[in-house]
């Protein structure tokens, strides 16, 4: 649980965190009015979750918190005390392989400069999850959040799509079931 210290010298509050991130669980001392993104850039040095507008609205900062996607520039990192948080660094397979959809945007030239990807490959891992079978216009839909620069986001909706595709090959594969939207986090990643 989160416990609030007494003010530091310079009058700063502080707060203990625990939090599991990436599958591993973290405490942290913090200030209160630190964001989860910069807590996670600074504090625990996973500085794949990129800092854009600072406003919630370029998406560059999505995470996974208890696995659906949040705007870590507007959260406090105190407020995910207790919770799950995945970010990007924690989408790989157990055995070191790139996640579905990773591979897809590598199939499908889903990125460019490659600072909006983070954001994302956090999203739409969210998104197909829960629905791995999305039409194109499903799949422009659940990036709406997410601004791109760069490209036209045609291969970025294609990547949605083939993201997809991976992940019910991969379930054929191993005999999972895919398309409950039920599965935990963990069985997700």
Known sequence: MTSTHQPTETGEQRASVRVRVNGVPRGLDLPVRRTLCDALR?????????????????????????????????????????????TVEGLTEADGSLSPTQQAFVDCHGLQCGFCTPGFLTTISAFVRDNPEPTPEEAREAIGGNLCRCTGYQNIVASVLRAAEITRERAADSGADVGTGTDTEEDAR
């Open 42 to 86: 600074q504090d625990l040095e996973l500085t794949g979750t990129h800092v854009g507008c600072e406003h919630g609205v370029c998406g560059a900062c999505t995470v996974l918190l208890d696995g659906e996607p949040v705007r870590s520039c507007l959260m406090l990192a105190v407020s995910a005390d207790g919770h799950d948080v995945t």
